[in-house]
């Protein structure tokens, strides 16, 4: 049973297995849920904006941007940026991993918002003072919140390490009985 296991052993990790179309089933799931948070936080703007009398419903924005940061944290996965095993407290690597995923995430999309400016004949510099809502207040304000969306993401895959993808999906999506031993 996973739950009766000791938590206080990171040493035995769960071998990671090469399965056809794994990444893409990994890429749809981080774009669910990017999606998901950017949705609420874009209707959260919204909502804030129509208040205003200004219109705003940016929600195919969301699933452009979940799609083309989900393409990033897995590019970044493939580098192996999530950094070498440890074994300090669970905590320590999650937040390693979301801070440099933010950092990767911020610098790939000033990239693509830099190319996409060029492409449609917009000098970088003007593309770079509209990016994050125009202000630094907003842009800061924005990656606190990214990095509020990615502790949770590598926290669950930090413990999927420790225990098995497989025992934690089991954990939170599986039926309830039988979680607790005796």
């Known amino acids: 049973d996973v739950c009766s296991s000791d938590l206080s052993d990171t040493t035995a990790k769960p071998k990671a297995h ?58 970044g996965k493939l580098l192996h940026m999530e950094g070498p ?6 905590i320590w690597p999650v937040l390693r991993r979301s801070f440099v995923f933010l950092a990767l995430l911020i610098v790939l999309n000033i990239a693509e918002e830099v ?10 510099i003007v593309t770079l003072s509209e990016m994050g809502g125009g ?8 990656s606190m919140v990214f990095l509020l969306i990615l502790i949770p993401f590598f926290s669950f895959r930090a ?15 599986g039926p309830v009985g039988n979680r607790n031993p005796g």
């Open 18 to 75: 090469w399965k056809p179309g794994g990444e893409l089933k990994e890429f749809l799931i981080v774009s669910v849920y990017l999606f998901i948070c950017f949705s609420a936080m874009l209707y959260l703007k919204s909502t804030i904006l129509k208040a205003e009398g200004v219109v705003f419903a940016p929600f195919g924005f969301a699933a452009g941007k979940a799609l083309i940061c989900a393409k990033f944290i897995l590019i």
């Open 85 to 90: 095993e440890t074994k300090p407290p669970l």
């Open 115 to 124: 190319i996409v400016g060029l492409i449609h004949h917009k000098p970088a």
């Open 135 to 142: 202000t630094l207040d907003q842009a800061l304000a924005t």
């Open 159 to 173: 413990v999927g390490d420790v225990l098995g993808v497989d025992n934690v999906s089991r954990l939170f999506f």
